[in-house]
Structures are given as structure tokens and as C-alpha cells.
């Protein structure tokens, strides 16, 4: 079954997916050149078969719009389109990374700054740290047909973004909370013994309290 958004057939309001090289704070400049855009990767599971329907829906109509209005009535015999398969390789040739397996990938952009909220409250946006890849959210999208230097296609415009819930953080990023759970509350320097309540704090780089310039008395 295929849902119009908003009576726009251009406009799809995604499931939930999981966001990838997330950029919805601070526009970021493509290597090869360009505007600065805000933008963000969705990666749409599969089993999502209604989201999936709804893009393709909405890729056919931007494709007839442009076909009517920039493409000279010519449409490509084969048109390049943003979602592409994650258990498949990039355009590069390079495979996909292991987070998009089992997903639709897309990467959608805009000039404009989207507004990001938390599903929880949707009329106050979030704070830059509750922002990240890996996190999962709905998202707002629109697709259009471009004709850029003689090529044709279909882009995928960026909405605006709802957080659903958190995920594991991607590229790299961890949380204090994972990266020293279990650790608890005394920490000992390498080397050194640990001293005794009430002693001042060990100097790593002279194995001496902070206080003293000789040797500490508790050492023995």
C-alpha cells in the first residue's frame, strides 16, 4: 500500500531507521566541492516493506515531474536513483560497512537546518550531544529530479529529523558511561601503590604525594 504524505506524492515520512554520518548540527562541505549542506544516511531495514513502497512511489513521481519540466521529455533509460541496496557495494565499488547490512541505504541533504526533535516532545528541538550517528529516528524527505552537467537523476531532499529512540554510537564515538563502566570509583596510577585514606594525591610523574618533595613516608 503506498501513503502520500501530506498530499505531496514527492514526500515521505520514513519508519524508524537508523541515522549514519550524521550531520544536522553544523552544515559540512563534500570533499569534491559544493555548498555546505546539513545531511544525514538513513539506513531502512528491509523488513520495512512500507517505507521502501513509499520511496519508490515517490521517486517515480519526481521522476515524472522532471521529465515534464527539466528533462526535455527525455527520460533516462536508466535513471540513477539514491536508495541503494547494503548488502551491496557502494558506487565506489567498496563494500557497504557492517551496520547496512540487511538495510536500504540513502543519504539525504539540505541547505537548510533541520529541525531535530525527540519523539517524546516534538515543539522542542535537541541539544547537540543528544545528536549523533547511530542514534534512530523518523525523517521527513522529498525527492527531486535534477539535471546536473548534462547528467540526469533523482536526489533525496532532507526534512525534518524525529529521534526515536538511542543506538549504539557509529564512526567511532563512545560514551563515557560504555568506555569506563565497571571501572568504579578508585583508580591506582600504574606502578605506584595506592595510598592510604587521607594521604594527598599521587604525583604520576614522581611517584610522590602532590605535598611532598621527598620520598612519601606511607611508601615504606
Known amino acids: 500500500m503506498i501513503t502520500i504524505y501530506q498530499n505531496n ?3 515521505v515520512l520514513t519508519g524508524e531507521a537508523r541515522l ?5 548540527t553544523v552544515p559540512r562541505a563534500m570533499p569534491q566541492g559544493g555548498d555546505a549542506k ?11 516493506s512500507a517505507t521502501q513502497n513509499n520511496i519508490l512511489a515517490s ?10 519540466k527539466i528533462w526535455n521529455g527525455v527520460r533516462p533509460p536508466v535513471l540513477p536513483v539514491p536508495l541503494r541496496d547494503g548488502d551491496g557495494v557502494r558506487e565506489n565499488g567498496t563494500p557497504f560497512g557492517p551496520e547496512c547490512k540487511g538495510c536500504w541505504v540513502m543519504t539525504a541533504g539540505t541547505k537548510s537546518k533541520p529541525q531535530v526533535v525527540h519523539q517524546s516532545d516534538i515543539n522542542t528541538e535537541l541539544a547537540p550531544q ?3 550517528s547511530g542514534m534512530y529516528a523518523r525523517v521527513t524527505l522529498n525527492f527531486f529530479g535534477y539535471l546536473n552537467n548534462g547528467k540526469k537523476g533523482i536526489g533525496c531532499g532532507l526534512g525534518n529529523v524525529m529521534k526515536t529512540r ?7 564515538g563512545a560514551s563515557a558511561a560504555a568506555d569506563f563502566a565497571g571501572v568504579g ?9 595506592a595510598a592510604p585514606a587521607g594521604a594527598a594525591p599521587i604525583n604520576p610523574l614522581t611517584g610522590w604525594p602532590y605535598s611532598q618533595t621527598g620520598a612519601p613516608s606511607w611508601q615504606g
Open 9 to 11: 506524492p514527492t514526500r
Open 20 to 24: 549514519s554520518y550524521v550531520n544536522l
Open 38 to 48: 546539513y545531511s544525514a544516511t538513513l539506513l531502512i531495514p528491509k523488513t520495512d
Open 59 to 68: 521517486i517515480e513521481a519526481a521522476a515524472q515531474d522532471a521529465q515534464g
Open 130 to 132: 543528544d545528536i549523533y
Open 166 to 172: 538511542d543506538g549504539e554510537p557509529l564512526a567511532g
Open 185 to 193: 570509583n578508585a583508580v591506582t596510577a600504574p606502578g605506584y601503590p
